[in-house]
């Protein structure tokens, strides 16, 4: 029998762009295994209502179970928001989200309280964020913007051109109206942007992006429950989808940086 | 029992832009009734793989089929262009879908013989436009071009404005080089952007919807089927949704130019 340390950890998105979130956790966890669920036939999340998210993301961590995981990592910003409870109600392994790592990272950074949220409509809609950051500190006033364009134009390829420019201005600007000092990219596709986001914010402007806080949350989880995989070998990363489509790797490979290998599509 | 004459016509969509299809066969129509079926849960189709693609207009189908539908109107491009010969072969029922009659409209107005078609990467990557065009007149040059941003720019309700002018320049520009005389909208979300594609392209260039001719294609089926309705009073229109979000409520009633009443949301 495997000693359930060097089991693999689980990590499950509405697609793709969760892979920004494994890149993360390889940087800081090399020697875990990795199982990726990518539920790309059912994609995108953040338009859909509060109950088929919450059912997308129950199947997503079916499917992961049955491969063993030892701990679940929620990658997609709208499962997050609006199936993080249902999860943590029926599963018994240790799960991280996106937003709570994101939120305290955010409430460090900020001087003058005031934190601006970018994210998908079902993100913001779900006000998680806001009720997470409220939790955290009660003074910290928090402005928020839906930005349904950015995760196409990431899709599109179009990361470095004046349209995506104007795009993201008119997004910040009412937040920046707002003299925000921090904000949160609320979706795994935004860490894309970020060169683009900074131009248009300002370097005054603190960037605070999920990956990184919840790959070190992770870490942590981990090492509390003494889960760490002992072994000294490289992890190995496999990833799953529901579909695949030529444009799904190709925008695979923008978020992992990386050749895409070992991927299997599968029915769930 | 009901004369079959009398049943409704059953139309699909991947979401709800086939409801500009809908107006379209309301006006000439205008006694049938119409049972309309968006699969929002599952959307974009316009990303999806072919095998994906083909399942999901399967399930479509089956559910519009126990409805007791007399004909079936494919108004999702994707579904068109991927699976229509797998539907034909498995219906008894007429069957209409959006690309054909489209065509043979862009065919019948181009002078000069070079037409441009814009729709999303999977309607484009079938080649279904480029293959039904040749039959109808090989002598026809056609010059494609995916524009995966448009159907987001619809939902997010950025009709007329600067960006959206300046994507649909970029985007039509290869198009436009080539001296295109006619342009065909591949897709049922860019109807709404027709004032904004016609600015960009020139007055010079014919502007084809495969609306209003799929609609036409249908009563001239229905007829040649003897399938007319033939009660004078009011067509109803049902409309089934697999999800249903506050913001799919917003763009329906964009795309019907009508409030959206009968709405209920199915599992299937």
New interface residues.
Partial sequence: MIKKNNHPIGIFDSGLGGLTVVREIKKILPNEDIVYFGD???LPYG???K??IIECSLNNARFLLKKKIKALVIACNSSSANALYVLKKRLTIPIIDVIRPASQAACEVTRNKKIGIIGT??TI?SHAYQREIRKIDSRIKVYTQKC??L???V??G?IHN??TD??IK?YLWPLLKERIDTLLLGCTHYPLLKRAIIKQAGKHVNIVDSGPRAAYDLMRKLTSCDLLNATKRKGTLKIFVS??????ITIGERFLKHKLEHVSVVRI
Same sequence: chains 1, 2.
């Fill in positions: 790309n036939a059912r338009i859909k209502s109950r088929q409509s079902a809609e349904p364009l995760v196409p134009l899709e599109e179009w004046e349209i104007s795009i008119k579909d695949l489509s030529p444009h799904f």
